[in-house]
T-cell receptor, first 109, second 115 residues
């Protein structure tokens, strides 16, 4: 079956760096998305990886290893506004997004 | 502002009521989606419309009935719901369904409580 595994909750300190891991098993693969969702708000797009390696976008970077079924989201210089849930979503062979339950990131001063 | 607008934002309805959720996208996309989000659970895809035709219906109970009159509007008609249907219902759109890399844009969601 198809499965996504990411930590339920993480805590980090303002100004620090945090890495949110995601492992996945899907029927086929057409890339992987990361979304950010603040409480009570819509998920918003952060990144898309389809090839192995690191994609950097400002304070946020996303890494993909297709052979390992593994991705991570790296957040640098953490700010209080980064407190949110982070959703990992690979796309399967039918171009359907398979969603994880998300990682709730808590930033402390 | 994501370009996808949902109304109402909050809805409380009884189990015998009939109500509808509305979604409108201003992004020129041709695929629209309904998702259900329950607490601490993954997003569940309910329905997909591509070019105004329903292409996905993930075993959703018939008490949920979608309608897509054009590529910019999507409705979810609700009737005789159950308390376990209480959740956040998210509308989304993308440029094309069935293509890798096409980002899905979500609306703010409609919080539904069934009493």
């Amino acid at each position: 079956g198809q499965n996504i595994d990411q930590p339920t909750e993480m805590t980090a300190t303002e100004g620090a760096i945090v890495q949110i891991n995601c492992t996945y098993q899907t029927s086929g693969f057409n890339g992987l998305f990361w979304y950010q969702q603040h409480a009570g708000e819509a998920p918003t797009f952060l990144s898309y990886n389809v090839l192995d390696g690191l994609e950097e976008k400002g304070r946020f970077s996303s890494f993909l290893s297709r052979s390992k079924g593994y991705s991570y989201l790296l957040l640098k210089e953490l700010q209080m506004k980064d407190s949110a849930s982070y959703l990992c979503a690979p796309m399967d062979s039918n171009y359907q997004l398979i969603w994880g339950a998300g990682t709730k990131l808590i930033i402390k001063p | 502002e994501t370009g996808v607008t949902q109304t109402p934002r909050h809805l409380v309805m009884g189990m015998t009521n009939k109500k509808s959720l509305k979604c409108e996208q201003h992004l020129g996309h041709n695929a629209m989606y309904w998702y259900k989000q329950s607490a601490k659970k993954p997003l569940e895809l309910m329905f997909v419309y591509s070019l105004e035709e329903r292409v996905e219906n993930n075993s959703v109970p018939s008490r949920f009935s979608p309608e897509c009159p054009n590529s910019s509007h999507l409705f979810l008609h609700l009737h005789t719901l159950q308390p376990e249907d209480s959740a956040l219902y998210l509308c989304a759109s993308s440029q094309a369904q069935g293509r890798g890399g096409n980002t899905i844009y979500f609306g703010e969601g409609s919080w539904l409580t069934v009493v």
